[in-house]
């Protein structure tokens, strides 16, 4: 399948995360009226920030003077998942000059990589990543503007309860990702028992991602030796 | 009011943070890539993160976070619907709330 084939099929199986990120820049639209950014400058976070987590997270220290510092630490930290979901792309973006690959990376996302591990082996993956993330950039920057305009409508509701959104979308990706891909689920497992416990020991958020990845890395690691002997 | 200049300073330096995490990634992989057997140990790194994410979430969620999680996996593992799946969690979150997360 070309490129261009597979990167409209992104586009068109993307409709269901769609979805759940046009309510997330709903969200982020309102947060950040509500935190006294001017509406272009939000929308420019959007456009090229294009990362709902981060966002949030910024915008927690949005306060004159700019904690720059501390933005910069937090954003960094929420988007280090990135660094796991390049990594996991490194044998799927071949066939395509350096640049084309430096260019379109900026539109690696979570959703596109995940379904791209249930698509078939021709469909090019590059391709079905970079579409899948025009069309959630298209949701984000819609989503956000309607969220900025409309945050007026929304003054006194409490969005405390949608907090938790984000963990469950998070968990309808682990789910496509249990089911579609071919990795065997035992590092998953590990990672999960030892992000729990470096939690009920008090760890900082960074090191319970570093630890139950390590953790999940050497299982996957051993997997492997013992396939090959 | 936070003035224009700090803003477009603190945007182009999180776009340039995260843009370089997606990159970062990639090209620690390319590096890695020659290493026999390496590739199933990438491609379940995101699988990883989540769960990173995911396990301390449900230890520290109300009954209605908690209830929300185990339908959005039922919904998830029976259908593969994601726009069922999420309203489900999130109906649960918005309206059993109030009633299961008292005291």
């Known amino acids: ?229 | 009011m936070v003035d224009a200049n700090a803003t477009f300073i603190a945007i182009a330096m999180m776009a340039s943070i995260v843009y370089l995490t997606r990159v970062t990634g990639y090209f620690i992989g390319l590096q890695l890539r020659h290493i026999r057997g390496i590739q199933p140990v990438l491609e379940a790194l995101p699988g990883c993160a989540f769960m990173a994410i995911l396990a301390p979430a449900v230890r520290q969620g109300s009954i209605s976070e908690i209830l929300a999680m185990a339908c959005v996996v039922l919904i998830m593992w029976r259908t593969n619907n994601v726009v069922i799946a999420t309203g489900v969690g999130m109906a649960v979150l918005l309206f059993g709330g109030p009633f299961l997360d008292t005291g």
């Open chain 1, 1 to 229: 399948m070309t490129t261009w084939h597979s990167a409209q099929l992104g586009i068109r199986t993307s409709g269901d995360y769609f979805v759940s990120t046009f309510l997330f820049g709903l969200m982020f639209g309102i947060a950040a009226a509500a935190s006294g950014i001017e509406n272009w400058h939000a929308l420019l976070m959007s456009a090229s920030v294009f990362t709902a987590s981060g966002q949030f997270a910024a915008l927690e220290f949005w306060t004159a003077p700019l904690p720059l510092g501390t933005i910069a630490l937090s954003v960094a930290l929420v988007s280090s998942r990135n660094l796991l979901l390049g990594m996991a792309m490194t044998h799927h973006f071949d066939g395509h000059s350096l640049r084309r690959r430096i260019v379109w990376l900026f539109l690696l996302n979570d959703p596109g990589v995940v379904n791209s591990f249930r698509m078939q082996e021709d469909v090019d993956r590059l391709g079905y990543v970079t579409g899948y993330g025009v069309s959630m950039m298209t949701s984000w920057l819609c989503s956000t503007f309607l969220g900025l305009n409309a945050a007026y409508l929304f003054a006194n509701l409490d969005l405390g309860a949608v907090d938790f959104a984000g963990p469950l979308v998070m968990a309808t990706m682990m789910m496509l990702f249990f089911k579609g891909s071919k990795s065997r689920p035992a590092p998953w497992i590990v990672s999960g028992i030892i992000a729990l416990i470096l939690f009920e020991l008090g760890s900082a958020d960074y090191l319970i991602l570093l630890g139950s990845v390590l953790g999940g890395m050497i299982v996957a690691i051993v997997q492997v030796r013992r396939d090959y002997g």
